[in-house]
């Protein structure tokens, strides 16, 4: 019965209109799925890294990171590498602005400032306002 009902039946090809227009949410690049991840403040693998994510190289993807003023220290163990992001230490902080200006301080003149600070009793302020002390003071 169901033979002689289905017996001319064939298989027909149906073309598919292409999507002009997308819905919802478009989806985030390998780069942004990582910062999301390591955000949560949670460590990850460099093993997990490679396989969820499919990168060929997590290392370099973190170093891109970095480069980028994320904070991501990499812990190495003997089960492996692991990633985590954090917040820099005022050590650390230090030390690049003294690599980057060659003094401890965020500019130059800031070593002056304390003899004009006595002078009009004003905190730090940017190398414009100690200009602007150094001209009253004298």
């Not at 001319?8 to 073309?15: F, G, I, K, Y």
């Not at 005022?90 to 004009?116: Q, R, V």
């Amino acid at each position: 019965m169901f033979k002689s009902l289905f017996a001319n039946d064939s298989l027909r090809v149906v073309a598919k209109a292409k999507k002009t227009e997308t819905r919802g949410r478009k989806t985030l690049s390998k780069r942004q799925k990582v910062l999301n991840l390591l955000s949560k403040g949670e460590s990850v693998t460099w093993k997990t890294l490679r396989n969820r994510f499919d990168l060929v190289s997590p290392r370099a993807l973190v170093d891109t990171l970095r480069s980028e003023g994320n904070m991501i220290y990499v812990n190495k163990t003997a089960k492996g590498t692991s990633y985590r992001m954090g917040v820099p230490t005022k050590a650390i902080i230090a030390a690049g602005i003294k690599k980057l200006y060659g003094t401890p301080f965020a500019y130059k003149n800031a070593e002056d400032s304390t003899s004009i600070n006595r002078c009009i009793g004003v905190g730090r302020l940017t190398p414009l306002h100690n200009n602007m002390r150094r001209a009253l003071c004298q």
